[in-house]
């Protein structure tokens, strides 16, 4: 962001940068969701989260990355100091996702109109141009619980018109698989460096709800291979509040490492 | 214990990514004439060695990483290549294939995969029907019996009653119970008297699971293998740059893996000796 923003309230000192409109723009996505486990893939979604519980959800549960769930606000790259709340091995996590007690932040390599997105391979499955790294638990995730998306760069090559191998369910292919694919499939939001967009499209197709301060209407039709809803005049994605400002820069990522996911 | 493995078979690998994994057993599969294998893994660096070693026919997984580098350069390269046929399925369905083959059941249902290509790269999966009033189409995950599998715990004792003492078991005990045979590797043996005191509910691989055990100090390296030694993240970066230009690789298998489990053992001991001179 080229960036004379300032936090809304008072002023902060530094401008406000992109990459704290994204941290907010993540945290955003469980505004709502209460006692459930929070699942961010990722350093612009982990911090979300962790804003999200610090701020305005404060039950959510947060794991370490490995097997606990802890509690407190602690900094991206640090160990947690707060209290373990929890054990959450890689088995209970399955339980907790297949419980639907779970909202998941991934980061797809391609996305589509209707939320299909590929984490596994690029090209042609048999012989990829690029193989990633497999669905992972993608398919079950996003037919079990919440799942949003975080792209930092937003781009023609992200936002296909198809994506090359379905990991992450969208609407589209729920409702052609079934009733017990589509009970409860709920993408949430996707944030990328240029916008929020969520599935409130025609036929739940990818719909633009904001645009970051700085980027045009234009930028993010230009970063999309497809067509996006749109809705009249589309407002700016709401800045940090100085409070939130002051947990970001002082005790969620004093490092500064947001600043190599997202420029500007 | 590779001696009693035969080209052809399937084989489940424990521990998770670059995790826990039996890699002294991987190396030695690697010394060895085994070739064809059907390889079940949430994957790691244990599915990047054996693709270059050219030992796998088949993949079965969910994912293959090496956590703290996203992406698994061999593994990539062999699918880049076309040089393995896969089994990708969702992480979930994977436990329930191990969990079906150790119950004995043919399948087990689940709402994982639904929709996703999962079921189209997999054209031999088939739904089932809820026989109850809901009458829910549910993907029927197929029984995944293993003919051997490979996991590498903490503590062991010699009948094969064995310990994780890290944060996680991962799936090593479903492992051991999908498959004909089960072998661990463990950091130490110890007697069963001293099994206890490393907590009872970390007791979770017994001897009726276990055909074999072997003492692989530094078994896991360069996985992690919490709390007696974590990942050695400087080794791993090596492995992974190395696996990327075919000429650093054949110098760094000349190095590393020309050799038994001793040297390989001795040549990271020069190496750790190297970095902190």
Redesign the interface.
Known sequence: MTGLQQAAGQLVGAPVSTAEVCIVACAEAWRGDGEIAASPMGLIPTAGARLARATFEPDLLLSDG???FVSGTWALGQPPPGPVEG?I???SV?DL??HGSRHVMMSPAQIDRYGNANI??IGD????????????????N???HPTSYWVPRHLPRVFVPRVD??????YD??S??????????DLRRVVTNLAVLDFGGPDRSMRLVSVHPGVTVDDVVAGTGFELAIDGDVPQTRLPAAAELTLIRDVIDPARLRDGEVRG | MVARLRSGMTIGIGGWGSRRKPMSVVRAILRSDLRDLTVVSYGGPDVGLLCAAGKIRRLVFGFVSLDSIPLEPHFQAARQRGAIEVTEYDEGMLQWALYAAACRLPFLPTRAGLGSDVLAVNPQLRTVRSPYEDAAELVAVPALPLDAALVHLNRADAAGNAQFLGDDLYFDDLFCTAAEQAYVSCERIVPTSELEAGGLTRLRVHRWMVAGVVEAPNGAHFTSCAPDYGRDEAFQRRYAAAAKDPERWALFAATYLGGDEASYQAAVTALGAEASA
Request: proline fraction near 8%.
């Open positions: 490995e097997a606990r054990w091995p890689f088995r399955f996702a297949w596994s391979a499955y048999a012989r990829p141009v690029r193989q990633l790294l497999g669905v992972r638990g993608a398919p079950g996003t037919v079990n191998m379905v990991s992450g369910v969208g292919s729920a052609a698989a079934g009733p017990e694919a589509a009970e409860f499939l």
